[in-house]
């Protein structure tokens, strides 16, 4: 058993109190060990791999805390592409750095995102055109339930835009409660070292190439990085504006209908079709006449928002704080809140709930966080 270290210096946002208690798994085996010892009991427990995506509150956390730090990456080549079995303690940028050293494509664009490999799925992270559902093949889980061992194809994970049924929703539990062990990506071996289509306009405008071009897996990762630089969203440590969680807020997803009321200028990103099928109920004792349909509400496309707009068009600019306050809007993106200097929880929350506050007044749309809140409340 580890020293309990306080989660302000394990995760990027650098907020957080220490645990009762806390365990360092460095290789799987011993990951299930003090998995199944832990759940034998009625102690609370987590597990925590790079803290890029977690705020937890200051007065410490109940419990035991497992450090994920096991590594390992395998190459298995199968007949639909070569699979990557990967640890969940690994680094998922030295990963990406792997991928494209090895000339194998599908997570270049994926290039300085924070955290560990198993935290991945969870998440379903995803940025410039490119998201880990497309790439996933399975996972490796220890279920809580049953304490079982077992590899889950991608397709079992209810993967979405930033969730999947293994995460925990600002407090509300997962739907399966599990652990990832290890991560299996399908990925494309590329013969010419180039990536998979640019699909994201910003990305392929860095590039000065067009959307659909192929470019040199190495040439993406450099871009995706400059433009990640640009936002703050690489962590530095002489850099405040870089400790953060990433993008606090998830682009929020509503009914074409409430984006109604929006400026014309409000970004918006239609999501699938509309079905307008209906169903047609025969009058009992005849096959001939077809009554109408149940009254219904009127099927609604899906619209994703930019949650980055809605805030700064809620009048909060970037580099802003509450008075007081030692947590602050990121100078370089909107998305992000960020510690200016021994920031506590409570500082960032606060934070969180006025942004929320101010997008609700202004639009009548609640954003949702996307970090895992540990005895946080927004």
């Known amino acids: 058993m580890a020293e309990p270290t306080p989660l302000a210096e394990l995760t990027t946002l650098g907020v957080g109190g220490a645990p009762e208690r806390m365990l360092v798994a460095t290789d799987p085996d011993e990951l299930v060990d003090q998995l199944t010892e832990l759940w034998q009991g009625d102690d609370p427990w987590m597990v925590l791999g790079g803290g890029s995506n977690t705020v937890a509150a200051d007065a410490g956390i109940e419990g035991t805390v497992v450090l994920v730090r096991t590594r390992g990456i395998e190459r298995i080549t199968t007949d639909a592409g070569v699979v990557l079995r990967v640890q969940a303690g690994e680094t998922w940028d030295d990963l990406v750095a792997y991928a494209i050293e090895n000339n194998l494509a599908g997570i270049e664009a994926l290039s300085g995102i924070p955290g560990s490999v198993g935290a991945a799925p969870i998440q379903n992270i995803g940025a410039y055109g490119q998201e880990l559902s497309s790439v996933l093949f399975g996972v490796e889980l220890l279920d809580y339930e049953t304490g079982e061992r077992t590899h889950v194809p991608a397709s079992a994970l209810g993967l979405g835009y930033r969730t999947s049924v293994l995460k925990r929703h600002g407090g509300v539990d997962a739907d399966r409660e599990a652990v990832v062990l290890s991560v299996d990506l399908l990925l494309t071996e590329s013969a010419d070292g180039r990536g998979l289509p640019i699909a994201y306009a910003q990305l392929a405008k860095a590039l000065d190439v067009d959307l659909g071009d192929r470019v040199e897996l190495a040439r993406t990762r450099d871009a995706v990085l400059a433009l990640r630089r640009s936002k703050g969203m690489v962590l530095d440590a002489a850099d405040r504006d870089t400790w953060s969680a990433g993008s606090f807020f998830t682009n929020p997803i509503v009914a074409e209908s409430a984006t109604h009321a929006l400026p014309t200028d409000a970004p918006r990103w239609p999501l699938g079709d509309v079905d307008e099928s209906a169903t047609v109920i025969p009058l009992d ?83 949702q966080p996307e970090p895992v809140l540990i005895d946080v409340e927004l």
């Open 285 to 367: 004792g005849s096959s001939d006449v077809i009554a109408p349909p149940p009254i219904t509400a009127a099927p609604q496309r899906q619209v994703k928002l930019s949650a980055a707009w809605l805030i700064e068009h809620a009048s909060i600019s970037r580099g802003f704080h509450l008075p007081g306050s030692r947590a602050a809007i990121s100078s370089k993106h909107t998305l992000a809140l960020t510690n200016q200097g021994n920031a506590r929880a409570d500082d960032i929350a606060a934070l969180a709930r006025f942004v929320q506050a101010r997008v609700q007044s202004e639009f009548g749309i609640t954003l």
